[in-house]
């Protein structure tokens, strides 16, 4: 029965992938942790450039997380490299194919160049909507809600809004997804079994799938796998499966 059911559900509308992994895939092969950074942006192009014709509209990608600041300074220095170089190499590309480009995080404390290839990704792409690629750099979800919650604040303070008209879909509009719906599959590679602080509000009901393979691995027919796993979860939100009263 419930078989029946779950072969009618839509794939997700927004998936969010926390790419983990690429430090102990380079470690392996003896090489540098760069080297599994550099490795990982293939994958990079590999789930974009497939993710949109599994059906998904909305895809979110961890990239640098506001605690990824702990690690020494010549990783940091090569992933902004990599994360400036990915959208000089590939944004035109993406925004002749229809796609969205929206970087969510603080802007705070990243570097000139890196800060202005940001702002030149949205702006290319801001008429688009396709696909909406939203990469999470210089990420982190609390820092995310005290940013919306600060700026929601000086809005009352300004009275441009009542708070007593605040309520959680007015919040989400504040948050730097603002143009994606809810996630309903977050997925983490490598093996590791937390969130470290990826999109707390906006993964609040979202299916959890944790896979061992490390980011530089993983595929685009492991994702089609992922997406068919989902198919199969029970979404009850606190309520009952149909049938089951
Ligand atoms: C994920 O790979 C990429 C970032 C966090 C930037 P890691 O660099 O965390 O790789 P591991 O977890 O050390 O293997
Ligand atoms: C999470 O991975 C952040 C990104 C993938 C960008 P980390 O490797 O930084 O997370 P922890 O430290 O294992 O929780
Ligand atoms: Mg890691």
């Given at each position: 029965m419930s078989e029946d059911a779950s072969a009618d559900r839509p794939v997700p509308a927004h998936i969010a992938i926390i790419m983990d992994g690429n430090g102990r895939w380079a470690r392996r092969r003896g090489q540098p942790r760069a080297f599994g950074h550099r490795k990982g942006v293939e994958t990079v192009r590999r789930i974009?450039?497939?993710?949109?014709?599994?059906?998904v509209k909305h895809l979110t990608l961890f990239s640098f997380s506001t605690e990824n600041w702990r690690r020494p300074a010549d990783e940091i220095g090569a992933l902004f490299e990599l994360m400036k170089h990915y959208i000089?190499?590939?944004?035109?590309?993406?925004?002749?194919?229809?796609?969205?480009?929206?970087?969510?995080?603080?802007?705070?404390?990243?570097?000139?160049?890196?800060?202005?290839?940001?702002?030149?990704?949205?702006?290319?792409?801001?008429?688009?909507?396709?696909?909406?690629?939203?990469?999470?750099?210089?990420?982190?979800?609390?820092?995310?809600?005290?940013?919306?919650?600060?700026?929601?604040?000086?809005?009352?303070?300004?009275?441009?809004?009542?708070?007593?008209?605040?309520?959680?879909?007015?919040?989400?509009?504040?948050?730097?997804?603002?143009?994606?719906?809810?996630?309903?599959?977050?997925?983490?590679?490598?093996?590791?079994?937390?969130?470290?602080?990826?999109?707390?509000?906006?993964?609040?009901?979202?299916?959890?799938?944790?896979?061992?393979t490390l980011w530089p691995d993983f595929t685009i027919a492991q994702l089609a796998d992922a997406i068919e796993a989902y198919k199969t979860r029970s979404r009850r939100y606190g309520g009952l499966d149909a049938g089951a009263a």
């Open positions: 974009v450039e497939g993710t949109g014709d599994l059906g000089a190499a590939d944004l035109e590309g993406l925004a002749k194919r229809g796609v969205r480009i929206r970087i969510l995080g603080s802007r705070k404390g990243l570097r000139e160049d890196v800060a202005e290839m940001i702002e030149r990704s949205e702006a290319r792409t801001r008429d688009n909507s396709d696909f909406h690629l939203n990469i999470a750099f210089n990420y982190g979800g609390r820092d995310e809600i005290v940013r919306a919650t600060r700026a929601i604040a000086e809005a009352a303070r300004a009275g441009e809004l009542d708070p007593a008209s605040l309520d959680e879909e007015s919040f989400a509009s504040w948050l730097d997804t603002s143009d994606s719906p809810d996630v309903d599959l977050m997925i983490r590679t490598s093996g590791e079994q937390r969130i470290s602080n990826f999109l707390l509000w906006q993964a609040a009901y979202a299916e959890l799938l944790f896979v061992d």
